[in-house]
């Protein structure tokens, strides 16, 4: 049954977790993704020898699944455990409740083991799926793919994911129930050391909700000392269409507030801004899927706002769409 091919428009960690278990069943996988990078909200933004986590900070790993995973990454070398001093408000942790675990050298690799024996095409964005009576044929930037598809999993946010698949069936309008908030991340380098009395601080209320040294993860690169600064969502929504220069440095203004720290001045700083970062409102389901028309969709917006909420339902898409190509899991692979 090699034959059979899927589409995974989205190399986040949703799309490759969905990828992966799909490729594991002998399909023929191809994942499109319209970044350069993999990992989508687990991105490290690399900036000369400088390298910012500026999306997900961290992971931690509970489910069987999610934790065999992170066992595998860990061999790979491209997982660590951070055990960082944190300052919530006035309360301080002298290491995480639970276990946090970063990519290494870069929460972007993370997701490297997923990418293997799958076709991933980066820099190709997918602004419309059609489907005809040979299967699912996918539009991109640059024309129609020449592929045809047996069946589509859509790995991208619940608004995106709205834009792709609202015309195809009435199971998707349900995306309409998913509500995803902005943020705008901070990346700060400085030629000294920053000492703020921890290496994260967590806020929960003010313009501010996280400030994390980036160079206290392990395996980190060396030189300038690297800071992740991450704006409230109101914060956010209310400059959302700001210029991305001014925001650094209202950003860079709220970590000194925040802190009472005395900043030099950086020698590098940007903000990105994520358009759809959290999830406020989840759907309730670990995915979504139309057996009918062999679609689907899944993200942590399905489940929760975790990266193992994202892994969880990437795997059940997966797990989904098999028995509507005719496909099943060896059973020594579930």
Known sequence: MGGVRIAVVGAGIAGLACARELARADAQVTVFERSRGLGGRLGTRRQGNLAFDHGAQFITARSRSFVKYAEIAGRAGVLGRWSPRILEDDRRWE???????????????????????????????????????????????????????????????????????GPHGRTFRHLHEVSMAPCWAGMFAFDQPVETGADVHRWTQGPITWAACDSSKPNRPPGLHCWVVHASIAWSRQHLEDDAVAVAQLLLHEFATATGARLPA?????????????????????????????????????????????????????????????????????
């Open 266 to 334: 950086p020698a590098h700083a940007q903000a990105h801004r994520w358009r759809h970062a959290f999830v406020e409102q989840p759907l309730g389901l670990p995915c979504l899927v139309d057996e009918e028309i062999a679609a689907g969709a899944c993200g942590d917006w399905c489940i929760a706002p975790r990266v193992e909420a994202a892994f969880e339902s990437g795997r059940t898409l997966a797990h989904s769409l098999l028995p509507m190509v005719g496909l099943s899991m060896p059973a020594l692979l579930r």
């Open 95 to 165: 290491a995480p409740i639970d276990e946090w675990y970063v990519g290494q050298p870069g929460m972007s690799a993370l997701v490297r083991p997923m990418s293997r024996n799958v076709d991933v095409r980066s820099g190709v964005g997918i602004h419309e799926i059609i489907q005809s009576q040979r299967g699912w044929e996918l539009q991109s930037d640059s024309g129609r793919q020449d592929h045809i598809f047996d069946a589509i999993a859509v790995a991208v946010p619940a608004p995106q994911a709205l834009t792709l698949l």
